[in-house]
């Protein structure tokens, strides 16, 4: 009677010589034939629009090379779009981050309701930036419910003017980018070990204490990114400072500045330009979060799963 085969007879094991060989000790193998795809994608949709809008942006209709760059910062209107777009999106994302993170931490333990609650919070996805704004210009508005009953129990005389101005896109960014924050912290946190905490607990440490000194630090690295992935959501705001927005003055921001180049002036160059501008205010922002996030996570690389 044969001898049954074992696992290494049915495994065929490149020689180390051959190419092959070299190629999986480097961890290079056929595994990688299914990123192909993904990054045929990437270079598509992303990389190559990229470098096309920044060869266009050295282009202009007129002057020399760097035309574009000197006239959108010589330009105070168009200069004044970097302020107007950070203006809205980093106090968006730090209300939303923190917003998230306190509804966030009681739940973390909980397990009646946090399905529900769940559900209730990420409703607003659903809806979409369009529809958000048409709803506030009917609920908001000076004639919108709010108004009126607040004007029928007498805490104000005349309607508040939360549209049309920096306040109506504030709010706007608020509700369509809460859900977002709040899916990605839960995730984290609730992917960190809670013997961690008990340890502290155990140790005499008070519940602000443990959470300072214990989750906070493990917190980082969800906190940080989440952060990044709303002020880039915020960052590009585009139908809600139109619809709700004043896209003349408060809420001219570099989005729109960069449509209208393109698709009023069919200054291509101008729009990409402006469009350049913004990819490296946001580059920089990013990589000035995510420095914070290295120096403020202490632990191990596999805490938690966000």
């Not at 209709?61 to 203006?87: E, K, P």
């Not at 009681?106 to 309701?113: F, Q, S, T």
């Not at 908001?140 to 896109?169: A, K």
């Not at 585009?238 to 001219?252: D, I, M, Q, Y």
Request: charged share 10%; hydrophobic share 55%.
């Amino acid at each position: 009677m044969s001898a049954a085969p074992s696992y290494g007879d049915a495994v065929t094991i490149a020689p180390i010589g051959s190419l092959r060989g070299r190629l999986k000790a480097r961890g290079i193998d056929r595994g990688l034939l299914l990123a192909v795809p993904a990054m045929v994608f990437v270079v598509l949709l992303f990389v190559y629009p990229f470098l096309y809008g920044l060869m266009l942006s050295f282009q202009p209709q007129h002057g020399d090379a760097f035309a574009s760059y000197r006239q959108f910062f010589s330009d105070g209107y168009l200069r004044a779009t970097i302020w107007n777009t950070l203006r809205l999106a980093l106090p968006v994302a730090v209300v939303n981050v923190a917003g998230a993170m306190a509804v966030a931490y009681p739940l973390r333990k909980a397990r009646r309701g946090r399905q529900a609650l769940s559900t209730a919070f990420i409703v607003p996805i659903t809806f979409g930036t369009v529809l958000v704004s048409d709803g506030m210009l009917t609920y908001l508005g000076p004639n919108g419910w709010l108004n009126q009953v607040l004007q029928d129990i007498g805490l104000i005389h005349s309607p508040l003017v939360l549209i049309h101005n920096y306040w109506g896109v504030f709010i706007s960014l608020l509700i369509t980018g809460f859900p977002f924050a709040f899916l990605l912290s839960l995730s984290h946190l609730t992917g960190i070990d809670p013997a961690f905490e008990r340890a502290a607990a155990a140790l005499g440490a008070s519940p602000w204490q443990r959470f300072r000194r214990v989750i906070l630090p493990l917190w980082a690295p969800g906190i940080g990114i989440t952060f990044c992935l709303l002020f880039m959501l915020a960052f590009a705001v585009f139908p809600s400072a139109e619809l709700v927005g004043n896209p003349s003055s408060t809420t001219h921001v570099l989005s729109i500045a960069a449509y209208f180049e393109a698709y009023e002036r069919y200054d291509y160059s101008m729009a990409c330009a402006i469009t350049i501008v913004a990819a490296l205010v946001e580059l920089l922002i990013v990589a000035v979060v995510l420095t914070w996030r290295a120096r403020a996570y202490h632990g191990a690389s596999t805490v938690g799963k966000g």
